[in-house]
């Protein structure tokens, strides 16, 4: 009894770090601490022979520590201490390995109550939403702890979570737990939609595909692109639906042409994106090995940008950041900065490929599946959010990523060694 409660304390704590990190500003980043917490008391519980990475996992956890590592070089060639990037390497160079062996250690019959976290944030975030506009669903809502951008990037994810969580139940009726996964995708994905985030839908034909992967198997490949094809376009005539939606895609449009043709410094949605890249890409273009060292040296950069014309006085004055993690991380870190980042999204997402078109047993498939929307959407995301803004989404990437990877791992079994599994009843 002793050494379960520690096990469900744990697994508590798993399934409420992502309504926490939709409903509140700082829940987040302590749900983050306790499991780092819980890992190593669940560390020093175990037998030692099992406190070691399983191989077919070091290549993972290898990916997590090079965002360290870039910082590291970056502030040595620069001479200048960014807290944030070191905030940001530590939780993913400890939380990785740390998490992935708690997670190995409780085993899959326990961990996978977890994704109950992901219905009730599903749903929590979905009434938040429709909260904050009722009754005018024309509105943009303002909502808490992040803005409408990343929110509803978030609530993507946690809708697409959701679906894939199907193979793996959660409830003793079969029946009930499909519908219960199927309802919450559905109000989750209208959720999403009315918060009006116009990036989150070009990571959807990736999260079509892994769908299709993952329920059919490719044993068609022709019905399979056509399946893709006829999804894709009625979750485009879905989102159509909203006219308010509809017309911010199509100020994509306007904003990119007077951005490109009539006026290169105008502070709309869009050409503040385009003026912060150019201006980002010039800083790395100085400093391509180890960027400008720190976020005070990005502002600094682009104060200097804002003098030669270059970008608006009011980008110059209310942005630190470039609103995209790739070229956020060229620019400070340089170019091991942004090999980091790369490698961050898709060492884990090929990890997760691999399994889920190799492996034959549905749940793990499932959590295989659930692993690379991860990495593939926070990779789509950070092209048009700072996705790793704050620490609370950096310590959300890393917990997902090692839940996936301890849910999908096909481990051979440890010799007997006549003690209990701890995931055991």
């Given at each position: 009894?002793?050494k379960?409660?520690?096990i ?26 306790i ?21 077919q ?15 590291i ?14 905030e940001?390497?530590f939780?993913l ?20 109550h ?35 951008v ?19 139940p959660?409830?003793?009726n079969?029946?009930l ?5 199927l ?11 009315l918060?009006?985030?116009?990036s989150?839908w ?9 769908a ?20 894709l376009l ?29 006026n ?22 100085r400093h391509?090995?180890?960027g400008?060292?720190?976020?005070a ?27 995209n993690?790739l ?28 399994r ?18 991860t ?14 803004r ?10 997902l990523?090692?839940?996936?990877a ?20």
């Amino acid at each position: 009894m002793l050494k379960r409660t520690p096990i469900w304390l744990f697994v508590s704590a798993l399934a409420l770090m992502p309504t926490l990190m939709l409903s509140t500003s700082t829940g987040g980043s302590k749900a983050y601490y306790i499991l780092l917490l819980g890992s190593l008391v669940l560390i020093l519980m175990m037998p030692g022979s099992q406190r070691a990475i399983q191989r077919q996992d070091r290549l993972l956890c290898a990916a997590f520590a090079l965002p360290l590592l870039a910082a590291i070089v970056s502030a040595a060639a620069n001479h200048v201490w960014s807290d944030v990037n070191f905030e940001r390497g530590f939780r993913l160079a400890l939380g990785a390995p740390l998490m992935l062996l708690a997670m190995q250690y409780i085993g899959q019959e326990r961990l996978r109550h977890a994704l109950w976290g992901v219905i009730l944030a599903g749903v929590v975030s979905t009434a938040c939403v429709v909260a904050l506009i009722f009754p005018d669903f024309t509105e943009r809502p303002l909502t808490p702890a992040f803005n409408a951008v990343t929110y509803g990037n978030l609530m993507l994810l946690m809708a697409v979570i959701a679906l894939f969580s199907i193979p793996i139940p959660l409830l003793p009726n079969a029946r009930l737990d499909k519908a219960v996964k199927l309802l919450t995708t559905t109000a989750t994905f209208i959720g999403f939609i009315l918060t009006q985030t116009r990036s989150g839908w070009i990571a959807l034909p990736i999260f079509i595909v892994l769908a299709l992967v993952l329920f059919t198997r490719m044993r068609h490949p022709l019905r399979l692109g056509a399946a893709l094809l006829c999804l894709l376009l009625g979750v485009l005539a879905l989102g159509s639906l909203n006219p308010t939606l509809r017309d911010r895609a199509e100020l994509i449009l306007s904003e990119t042409s007077e951005c490109m043709t009539d006026n290169a410094t105008a502070d709309t949605s869009i050409c503040v994106r385009l003026q912060l890249w150019r201006s980002s890409l010039e800083m790395a273009a100085r400093h391509p090995l180890t960027g400008v060292g720190s976020g005070a040296a990005f502002q600094q950069s682009l104060r200097e940008a804002q003098q030669r014309g270059e970008v608006s006085e009011y980008v110059a004055s209310n942005y630190g950041e470039p609103h995209n993690d790739l070229i956020e991380a060229v620019a400070v870190n340089g170019a091991l900065g942004a090999i980091a980042l790369l490698l961050l999204y898709f060492v884990p997402a090929g990890v997760f490929l691999r399994r889920l078109v190799t492996l034959q047993a549905m749940p793990l498939r499932a959590a295989a599946a659930m692993g690379a929307a991860t990495c593939l959407g926070f990779a789509i995301f950070g092209q048009t959010e700072l996705m790793f803004r704050g620490m609370r989404t950096v310590g959300f990437y890393v917990v997902l990523v090692m839940l996936f990877a301890a849910l999908s791992s096909a481990r051979p079994a440890r010799p007997h060694t006549g003690a209990q599994d701890p995931g055991a009843a």
